[in-house]
């Protein structure tokens, strides 16, 4: 977790930026599951990202191994559990929220009130580090919501407000190849 996709992804994004694809200053990440896991842990490794959405990731494995569905499945992903004794552990490492104190990136939480693949704990943890360290964001629990969003108000919501925050951030899109007026 957060080792060679970590990566992979600084590849692609360098190469996008080296071949005029991608604006080095209007980067965004986002993802949900594990790629909301991989947009926390992107920002808590660099600041060249301006913007930034968490839906339904990860934030603190060893809490997830605790109270997800997956529960020591989860283990294996992140290389521990917190009573294998005392810490820190491999999952320690690899926990976006263990790396909050770095974050700067505004980041918009997106999660189900009722998600138990990754609990809305995960988002609550997230929140609270980013409120202690200033960090600029928004926090949105989707009520009566699992891991997955089906009502469809609100997955117009997710995209709107996705919409929103990567506009107000990076400024509206535009074509690749064209400059800013």
């Known amino acids: 977790m957060g080792g060679a996709e970590w990566t992979d992804i600084v590849s692609g994004i360098d190469l996008l930026i080296a071949e005029g694809v991608a ?12 790629g909301g896991f991989m947009a926390a842990w992107a920002i808590g490794q660099s600041d060249r990202f301006k913007a930034a959405v968490m839906g339904a990731g990860i934030s603190d494995w060893g809490m997830l191994v605790a109270t997800g569905e997956g529960g020591t499945l989860e283990a294996g992903l992140s290389g521990s559990c917190g009573w294998e004794g005392a810490g820190p552990h491999p999952h320690d490492r690899v926990s976006p929220i263990s790396h909050a104190s770095r974050i700067r990136t505004p980041v918009l939480i997106l ?12 988002a609550t943890y997230f929140h609270r580090a980013l409120r202690s360290h200033g960090v600029e964001h928004e926090f949105v629990v989707y009520p009566r919501e699992g891991h997955v969003i089906r009502e469809r108000p609100h997955q117009l919501d997710v995209l709107r407000r996705t919409r929103a925050w990567f506009d107000r951030w990076l400024g509206p899109a535009r074509p690749v190849g064209m400059s800013p007026p």
């Open 111 to 122: 999660h189900g009130e009722d998600d138990t693949n990754v609990p809305v704990g995960q």
């Open 23 to 34: 604006d080095p200053d209007r980067l965004g990440i986002g993802g949900w599951s594990h």
